[in-house]
């Protein structure tokens, strides 16, 4: 009998490998954090001795999901404007509303809300953009979440910085800081092409190859970016990102809403990776993103949620339901963006855009015990007939029991074990009357 | 002090009267069923002695929800075949399923799954269309859920008539049946325009305006029913409805996906209703139904999920989150379909379509008690700046609470009251083994 710390022992266990192998009745053998075997329950019991041996006889488990792109402390402006387009929603209450509250108070509150938030809906990992990136860095590695940080870039001075130079100096500050940090990483973040210029994205370029550390930005969003775009310069932001040879494995792309197939091609041959945002994209009106032309031409799409202030959430179990079902009509083809596609965007293809797939993404021997349980055994996903199925389509981020996240539970049995949640409803009540009175 | 049986006192309330009030701290005296006052807290705890106090210090309380468009037996068939076009959905998977299973034993089963569902996500009064809707209507009394229960007619031969006359004369029978149930009423429901040739349509025409019951249809519910009615007959379905004299404010129409200009004008003119079904419109890659164009044109629309078999859940949260965000992207507008555009969507409006907006859909005096409480105090839904919108865009379907339906509490506290949720599953499960074996 092997010692090892945990055996997880689950009705279902969706591997999210290349096979997609859906496992009955079987077990996962963890130890020092990482998944050391997966196999039959019959067998496991046989050979692991667990100092804890979890039995979750009506559950599926899966890999945590990987939100691909979020604005953590944002959740502090969860639902502070709705109802409004992208332009007159970011220029007439968003910025207003950072300029007067954010400071590095205000992004603790709203990080620990949002990893509150996202530990108990399923989620072990996010790619963050925003200010104050090494406060959501101490307070994710205090709260025990995977998260990789935007070293955020824009050519505006903010609370966070005065001019490009000294963002990418502050990023790179952070960068550095977080060497030590297992389970934080860093992507550089230049906030959208109409906010960068040349000058500073050339300088990202170069440093990102150097560090070996993603790209994370916002792109073609909207008609409106690329049409004032095209206005100003002549060239789709696209065109002019590729012209300095951002296109890249290394670029996370954002929205990308508006795109032809030329850019398709140039996107897939480059190896650039997709973070789609459909409830965002609604949300904000902003478009639809051709999720599965993208999928059929080769390229890696990931989920995320966008911030709280435009979703109004951050349930990654929603955001695989508006993906597999806004796919269906954008492609007009109710074979488009499947349950198991819908499944995959929401985990392994996360992993890959932040060059975490060896770490994170799926159940596979090797990598971080980083799991989510989900029990299926409620009205609302009885009966079942493919686990796969219920869980993108009827189950909710409450049936969610437990989570995991590099072999430490996060979530037991609906609390999470590193937050206080009632001190931090304290907090965000105070930020909500304060927010309120300006 | 006025002895009534029970005063509801909440931190919020959304009536969803005509001018949307939103009351604060206020109190729902409720007597037989009915409410008889609202009040601000302190006058209403000086004014009635009642026989039951509950106090909502976290909670929005709301009308129930109506979903205005159900199959509920369906509810056996949740995640049987997803990713399918409408056609080989209904043709290679539900019909033979439907063939094969459906008997009153089903549809006892699936009922009370559904009602079950629905009581749990706040639903108070659904409009269903499936065979031995006698046995949805026996459940749904002795469950105690309002309902409106569609005579189905088809022209083709199924386990429950044989023809046309058969399915009219046993929906005669069943709305005789339950002329003394005060929860229980009727809808004629002709199953589709290609289903339903002109004879069966005329006398149910006559029969609804004689026993003054809506005609519960799917019309247009994608591209291929409309040209195929071209094709056949050298008419758009609704111009067929329109000659025979359908379009009337009897008219339920549910999905409307394939809609001109001049057909809404027509629907406006004779106040026909329409009842928008998002997530199965987008599941089944059925179109897009132009909803605030609809809403402009001075069209009732309501909402509905449609059955599991199609969703798959009956949660009408997850529907208006849907109808709001699908609205905007529909109409390139982020204006579109605002948070409470889809709340009246999801109450009133769906009362009118059934002819019961006396009776039910908002919160109101003289009308029954029908109310979901919704604990908005959960670290989803904080901070909170307006109840609507983080009911529409935040919340989910397990922070409702409790639900009474004509003063009858449903759930207490996440507990249905009048369902033995272990003896359901259970049989649902028995169902799924039979099901899965064939």
Same sequence: chains 1, 2.
Wanted: with cysteine; proline share 4%; aromatic share 4%.
């Amino acid at each position: 009998m092997k010692k090892i710390d945990l055996l997880l022992q689950a009705r279902w266990v969706i591997t999210v490998n290349t096979n997609n192998d859906l496992l009955e009745e079987h077990c996962l053998a963890i130890n020092n954090g990482l998944i050391i075997d997966i196999l039959p329950t019959q067998e496991a019991i046989q050979q692991y001795s667990a100092a804890s041996h979890k039995i979750l006889s009506e559950h599926a488990i899966m890999p945590g999901f990987v939100n691909c792109h979020t604005h953590a402390a944002m959740n502090l402006f969860r639902g502070i404007a709705d109802d409004l387009p992208l332009m007159e929603w970011l220029q007439s209450h968003i910025w207003p509303a950072e300029q007067t509250h954010i400071n590095q108070n205000f992004v603790r509150t709203g990080s620990q809300l949002a990893i509150a938030e996202m530990l108990r809906s399923g989620t072990t990992c996010f790619n963050d953009m925003y200010f104050f990136a090494d406060e959501t860095a101490k307070i994710a590695n205090d709260i025990g979440i995977r998260a990789c940080l935007g070293l955020i870039v824009i050519d505006f001075p903010t609370v966070w910085a005065n001019d490009a130079d000294e963002y990418i100096s502050k990023g790179l500050q952070l960068h550095d800081q977080l060497r030590d940090k297992p389970l934080l990483t860093t992507a550089f973040a230049p906030h959208a092409p109409y906010t960068v210029s040349d000058t500073p994205l050339q300088k990202i370029l170069t440093l990102s190859e150097e560090l070996d550390i993603p790209v994370h930005m916002h792109i073609h969003e909207t008609t409106d970016e690329v049409n004032q775009a095209l206005d100003t310069t002549g060239m789709r932001p696209l065109q002019r990102l590729e012209k300095l040879g951002c296109l890249s494995p290394k670029l996370v792309a954002v929205h990308m809403t508006q795109l032809n197939d030329e850019e398709i091609k140039s996107i897939a041959a480059q190896g650039s990776h997709v973070v789609h945002c459909p409830e965002s994209n609604q949300k904000l009106a902003s478009g639809l993103c051709p999720v599965q032309k993208l999928i059929d031409a080769g390229i890696n799409v990931a989920l995320g949620t966008d911030g709280a202030a435009s979703n109004n959430d951050l349930d990654m179990f929603g955001e695989m339901r508006s993906a597999a079902l806004l796919g269906k009509i954008t492609s007009m083809d109710a074979k488009a963006v499947t349950a198991t596609t819908a499944l995959r965007m929401a985990t392994i293809n996360g992993a890959k855009a932040l060059g975490l797939d060896a770490i994170t993404g799926s159940l596979e021997v090797n990598k971080a015990a980083d799991i989510t349980a989900i029990n299926l055994n409620a009205i609302e996903t009885q009966p079942l007939y493919n686990p796969i199925s219920q869980i993108v389509y009827s189950a909710s981020r409450e049936q969610v029991t437990d989570v995991w996240v590099a072999g430490k539970q996060k979530l037991n049995k609906r609390q999470l074990t590193c937050v206080n949640e009632e001190q931090l409803l304290i907090e965000v009540k105070k930020w909500q009357q304060q927010i309120n009175a300006t």
